[in-house]
């Protein structure tokens, strides 16, 4: 399955998330803010805390906050760079962090941020309004350098420039509104470091050569090795969703990479871990040895588009017949799905959406299984069963082609329940550096990605032809009609400043992408942590990150 952090930008980040679609988990669901403490006790200062990430390889090396899209070094850079606002995970409102006040114009193009007083760099240098325009006069840059590929890229769209009104005081203008934009200033990817960085290379600055104004600061960082993180002294202007404001607990948190789902989690059992965050959900299994160990197992879904498929609906194609794509939705047995592949606790998915996301609304009575509604479907559009339990049309079997990258058991237990209708799913397992051309010259019949983002205009980098990475999978997922309606919905939320007209808008969307079969939910996205007894103050961000301000370790 998939999961890491979202499916992408425009060019490079996309293709790589859709790339590992099938070899990459899920992440998300219950919450658990803070484990341990009641047992506990009061919050100890110091002690080292270790944490066990899946392995960061080459295609992950970056800490960069604008460039990075990789769940696990966001949750570093969480704890690493403060940003503008903050979000709240349980409510999704806007909260204040850097900045304790802001307007946003009435046009919508022009968002003006008042500063908090006093918060410094860790170099020392003032986190004050010109500090803020170099950050903006740098992510531009980036999205120069990097031709789009830089994961920030998607939650600027629109920015022109910014403008130092006073010392405290800045204004960001849009060339088009972007109502997206205050939940995107809460965001890792637009944390904000020292300006100066930004003289640094793209590459240089993956590598952590920044400093930013966080809890902690970047002591050493040796992709797929170790990375090390510290407290900085005098810190006081935490966001005040966090329980602790001021200095962190903890001296130093070790974040190390480890490939084996199972050393993981003996690891953290055993004790020489002390949180094990893993990229696929904890098997049954292994939830059920760290909670024999006196650990307890947190999870939170992660926010933005759940883990779906999307169909090819050209002319020619099978999918491009509505009713097929509704039998398709029909036969799906999602929360047995669900049960099988990761446990009977396990949520069902509700949409296009996972449920964290703001202005998620649930259509899992549309998603519904349903085999005799979709044998019905099945019989009108001309499929009639045939040899072998399969349907056939014109002497041709119904065939679908899922382009995968390595088959998994969530695959075969789809292409089963298809089967069960008589729709014959083959399993085409394309090597990543062959699925842009397969995608580009439309030989398949689904696809499967993600985005994760706490805001549901995510779903655009993905449906949205002129901003999404794939042109052609966006093009191919939709009718010209249909993504005409995708296109103004987006538009008509994100041109308004009026909350009430944003929450219609992406209700509207997501009844229409079920309804047309534009995204096809499979399961939602859970981000796991196993947590040892030792570690109390565990809490989730509002985009399932892990936040260290009020974790601490019994000495």
Not at 407 to 422: A, C, H, N, R, W
Not at 496 to 522: C, E, F, H, M, R
Request: net charge negative.
């Amino acid at each position: 399955m998939f999961t890491t952090s979202s499916v992408p930008r425009r060019r490079g980040v996309a293709a790589l998330a859709i790339a590992l679609a099938t070899t990459l988990g899920l992440s998300a669901c219950s919450s658990g803010s803070s484990a341990g403490s009641d047992d506990l006790g009061k919050p100890q200062a110091g002690g080292t805390l270790k944490v066990a990430f899946w392995p960061d390889n080459a295609a992950f090396s970056c800490v960069d906050p604008f460039q990075t899209y990789w769940i696990e070094h966001r949750t570093v850079i969480r704890n690493l760079a403060d940003s503008l606002t903050d979000q709240d995970p349980e409510t999704g409102e806007i909260t204040p962090w850097l900045a304790k006040s802001w307007a946003i114009a009435p046009d919508g193009k022009a968002y003006t941020f008042h500063l908090r007083d006093g918060v410094t760099f860790s170099d020392g240098t003032p986190v004050d309004a010109a500090a803020i325009k170099g950050n903006v006069d740098g992510w531009l840059e980036t999205v120069k350098a990097t031709n789009g590929a830089a994961f920030g890229s998607s939650y600027i769209l629109g920015l022109k420039s910014a403008t130092v009104v006073d010392p405290l005081t800045v204004e960001l203008d849009f060339s088009t509104p972007n109502s997206s934009f205050l939940q995107a200033t809460s965001t890792t990817n637009l944390a904000i470091v020292a300006p100066d960085a930004f003289t640094r290379t793209p590459e240089q600055r993956c590598l952590g050569e920044y400093v930013a104004s966080g809890a902690f600061t970047l002591d050493s960082y040796k992709p797929n090795e170790l990375l090390t993180i510290s407290r900085r002294p005098g810190y006081t202007w935490g966001s005040a969703l966090s329980k602790n404001t001021k200095e962190a607990y903890l001296d130093k948190v070790e974040f190390s990479y480890v490939a084996e789902d199972s050393v993981r989690t003996g690891n953290l059992v055993s004790g020489a871990v002390d949180i094990a965050w893993p990229r696929n959900p904890f098997t049954v299994e292994d939830r059920a040895l760290i909670e024999a160990s006196d650990a307890t197992v947190e999870s939170r879904s992660l926010p933005g588009v759940s883990q779906s498929l999307f169909p090819n609906v050209t002319d020619g194609r099978p999918l491009s017949d509505l009713d097929v794509r509704q039998a398709f939705v029909k036969a799906l047995d999602l929360k047995s799905y669900a049960t099988t592949i990761y446990g009977d606790d396990y949520p069902v998915v509700g949409g296009a959406f996972d449920e964290t996301t703001t202005y998620y609304v649930s259509q899992a009575d549309k998603l519904a299984h349903d085999k005799a509604g979709a044998e019905k479907l099945l019989d009108a559009a001309g499929w009639t069963l045939g040899k072998g339990g399969y349907r056939y049309k014109d002497g041709e079997k119904l065939t679908l082609k899922n382009l995968i990258q390595v088959s998994t058991p969530g695959d075969e237990l789809i292409q089963d329940q298809l089967k069960q209708v008589g729709i014959d799913l083959v399993l085409d397992v394309v090597p990543a550096a062959e699925r842009p051309a397969a995608i580009t010259n439309g030989d398949y019949d689904l696809v499967g990605t993600y985005f994760t983002r706490a805001d549901p205009g995510a779903l655009q980098f993905i449906l949205d032809p002129d901003l999404a990475n794939s042109k052609a999978l966006a093009v191919n997922s939709s009718s010209p009609e249909t993504l005409a309606e995708i296109k103004d919905l987006f538009a008509t939320a994100a041109r308004t400043t009026d909350d009430a007209v944003s929450k219609t808008a992406y209700a509207d969307l997501q009844a229409l992408l079920v309804d047309q079969g534009v995204t096809i939910p499979v399961v939602e996205r859970l981000q796991y942590a196993g947590v040892s007894n030792k570690v109390g103050g565990f809490a989730f961000t509002s985009e399932s990150f892990l936040k260290l301000n009020d974790v601490w370790k019994k000495q």
